[in-house]
């Protein structure tokens, strides 16, 4: 009888193990399949470093091919960077706030998804409040390092990002990053209004050393957070429209 049991056990034990392992390999595959992608897109991206923050020189130059990117995926929108950051993405934008969730670049199916600009949003970004969503990532790919913006320091390193269009560049002055519910008023409309910024000022993870004018479109970026059931971090900022040479 006790052999019986022992070969019962062994039975599951391995079972366990198998499937432990299978998931995994899964996960390291998916994780080095989406930095493949990734990084496939990104030779098609040039950037020239400007001074460092803080100093007042040159931005940041960055160069994106979208005629080579659309030959990857036509839904290519922009490209979204952050100097000495995770942040370098492509941005997609589907029919519908589902297909890129769980989707990469080239379209085949994957847990790390990929940044895409919400439907309802115009392609080039010209509506008051634009939408970008993107997974919280243990491993910190996609929007995983986002939620560093809930540390000061951090911001104090990282004050701004870059966005590229196939027709403008922005710097993205950041103003304020929040914990919301997930069905927040920020992803209600894309147009937002004085109020609501001053709120998420007021009540923003960090401060900006000097105030940062609000008037031009603002960018939302969007990822999971777990302060509590279905909580989401949004870190926003205004686009600052750029001329190459622009300091």
């Keep these: 009888m006790k052999r019986v049991i022992y070969g019962i056990l062994l039975v599951v034990l391995l079972g366990v ?3 432990s392992a299978y998931r995994i390999g899964d996960y390291l595959y ?14 098609y991206v040039t950037v020239t470093k400007g001074g460092a923050v803080g100093t007042g020189e040159l931005d940041d130059q960055v160069e994106v091919n979208f005629e080579d990117l659309w030959r990857i995926n036509e839904d290519v929108v922009a ?8 942040f370098n993405y492509p941005v997609v934008q589907g029919s519908d706030n589902d297909y890129y969730l769980y989707r990469l670049l080239d379209g085949t199916w994957n847990n790390n998804g ?7 949003s115009s392609p080039d970004f010209s509506d008051g409040n634009s939408i970008i969503y993107g997974h919280h990532m243990k491993t910190g ?5 986002l939620v560093k913006y809930k540390d000061q320091s951090y911001y ?8 590229t269009t196939p027709t403008q560049k922005y710097r993205v002055d950041l103003f304020a990053g929040c914990v919301v519910e997930d069905d927040a008023e920020i992803y209600q409309s894309m147009s937002v209004s004085d109020s609501l910024l001053e709120s998420y000022r007021s009540r923003s993870t960090f401060r900006p050393a000097e105030e940062i004018s609000t008037d031009g ?7 999971c957070s777990y302060e509590f059931d ?8 205004v686009l600052v429209p750029l001329e190459d040479g622009e300091s």
Excluded: C
């Design 17 to 19: 193990f198998s499937y």
């Design 230 to 237: 279905d909580a989401r971090y949004v870190v926003l900022g």
């Design 79 to 86: 490209w979204l960077y952050g100097p000495d950051s995770r």
């Design 30 to 43: 998916q994780k080095h399949r989406s930095q493949t992608v990734v990084n496939e897109a990104a030779q």
């Design 217 to 223: 479109p603002i960018l939302t970026l969007s990822t």
């Design 114 to 120: 990929s940044l895409f600009l919400d439907w309802r």
């Design 156 to 163: 104090d390193s990282h004050p701004f990002l870059y966005l």
């Design 141 to 145: 790919d996609m929007f995983g390092t």
